[in-house]
């Protein structure tokens, strides 16, 4: 039985390229997943929501210009940015934290999904996007 089994490991090797059976590598589990593409603001926050559904900040005028220390976000049109309190309840804690202490005075640098089907719940498409990160110095 043993000599069988090394005469078939043999023919195996010694068969033609065309007889070889070849296994195609796994196919990258990854691939079909697609990332929002994220734009960064910055922005001073008058408004800071929390609620069941979402929790939001709002950037306020300063200076005449919707965001300041920068190009308008989107061209102005876009002034909250929320995040689904349900889904992400650590993210939505920071949006407090941050946002409370922007209130305070300065800036706050967020990161957002440009495209508005990414919105959480009662974040509207015409002026609201949904927050990747934010960051305060």
């Known amino acids: 039985m043993r ?3 090394v005469a078939g ?3 195996c090797a010694a068969a033609p390229a065309s ?6 590598p796994p196919k990258d589990i990854f691939s079909n997943i697609q ?12 408004e800071v929501l929390a609620a069941m559904d979402r929790t939001h900040i709002h950037c306020g005028p300063v200076g005449g210009g919707l ?3 920068g190009p308008p976000i989107l061209g102005g049109a876009i002034s909250y940015f929320a995040v689904d309190t349900q889904r992400q309840p650590g993210l939505a804690a920071s949006v407090i ?3 409370n202490e922007a209130l305070k005075g300065g800036f706050i640098t967020i990161g957002f999904s440009n495209n508005a089907a990414d919105n959480p719940p009662g974040c509207l ?3 609201c ?7 305060r110095k």
């Open 9 to 11: 490991l043999l023919w």
């Open 35 to 46: 990332t929002p593409q994220i734009t960064e603001g910055r922005c001073f926050v008058d």
């Open 3 to 5: 000599a069988l089994f």
């Open 125 to 127: 498409a015409k002026d």
């Open 19 to 24: 007889a070889q059976i070849v296994v195609p």
């Open 67 to 69: 965001v300041s220390q």
């Open 129 to 135: 996007r949904r927050i990747n990160y934010l960051a």
């Open 97 to 99: 934290t941050l946002g």
